[in-house]
């Protein structure tokens, strides 16, 4: 049996989709998912997404990082399969359901509403969300926000100088975070503007996190950093993020199609 499969990326962030809302493949283990995310032996990608069939959206969005685990939402993903379906849809995800449309900025997705409180981040204790009393070396009081998944934003003059491929998987695993955590180090460059660069839980260093962008600027605007509309500057691109009177987050940017191609079933197990 051979699989077909679309190589995506939104600003570098890329991903394997593969669309089965005929719901007609076998299972895909954590196993096999490691496999085909493996940049070596496999086709290579940070997050391996699947389209099922769902009762009550467009399409159900499986997203597994590429250790294999799976995930609650990813934000340039959703960009990128908003893409594939070419028209206003509604995903399903398990942070819960979002909307996407066609912009003329590339694809918008409205991500819902942030959430605060320490244990629908979760946190292994009570805390203050908004200025945590904790610090690991030079990164210390971070904002954490949870946007479909966890976050940690440590706001820094200089995020290019912070070693987070050192930092990262350390705050990632520290037992804080009982569902680990994604690293975001920001800097306010102005009211308008925030450069960010991310430590993606089960990935690592990223070009780009969608929802560590929505993450980031919601902590921003939180503090009254920013705006409630701010540009996100990650390594591999810009992203455009508001903040609505409705308390509900908008996300815009671009996604590509890289290539199309199919594998073999019994090649990966």
């Known amino acids: 049996m051979r699989v077909e499969f679309t190589k995506m990326h939104g600003l570098g962030n890329d991903f394997v989709v593969i669309d089965d809302r005929a719901d007609c493949l076998p299972a895909f283990d954590a196993e096999r998912v490691r496999q085909l995310a493996d940049r070596h032996i496999g086709i290579g990608c940070d997050q391996f997404i699947l389209l099922k069939p769902s009762a009550s959206a467009t399409c159900r969005m499986v997203i597994h990082n590429a250790d294999g685990g799976e995930v609650e939402a990813c934000g340039n993903a959703s960009r990128a399969v908003g893409l594939l379906v070419g028209e206003p849809a509604t995903l399903e995800t398990l942070g819960g359901t979002i909307a996407t449309r066609p912009d003329s900025a590339g694809i918008s997705v409205d991500m819902g509403e942030p959430r605060f409180d320490w244990d629908a981040i979760p946190l292994a204790y009570a805390m203050d969300t908004l200025t945590m009393p904790l610090g690991w070396d030079e990164l210390e009081q971070p904002a954490a926000v949870n ?14 100088a912070v070693p987070l491929d050192q930092l990262g998987p350390q705050i990632e695993h520290d037992a804080v975070f009982p569902e680990r955590v994604n690293v975001n180090v920001a800097t306010v460059v102005d009211r308008e503007t925030v450069r960010l660069r991310v430590w993606e839980r089960g990935v690592g260093l990223t070009r780009a996190c969608g929802t560590g962008a929505c993450a980031t600027a919601i902590a921003a605007m939180r503090r009254g950093l920013t705006n409630r509309e701010v540009t996100v500057i990650l390594p591999g691109g810009q992203l455009r993020i508001g903040w609505g009177a ?3 987050i908008t996300m815009t940017g671009p996604a590509t199609v890289s290539f199309r191609g199919s594998f073999a079933w019994d090649d990966f197990s």
């Open 246 to 248: 409705d308390n509900r």
């Open 147 to 160: 946007v479909g998944n966890p976050h940690a934003i440590f706001f820094v003059p200089d995020c290019d």
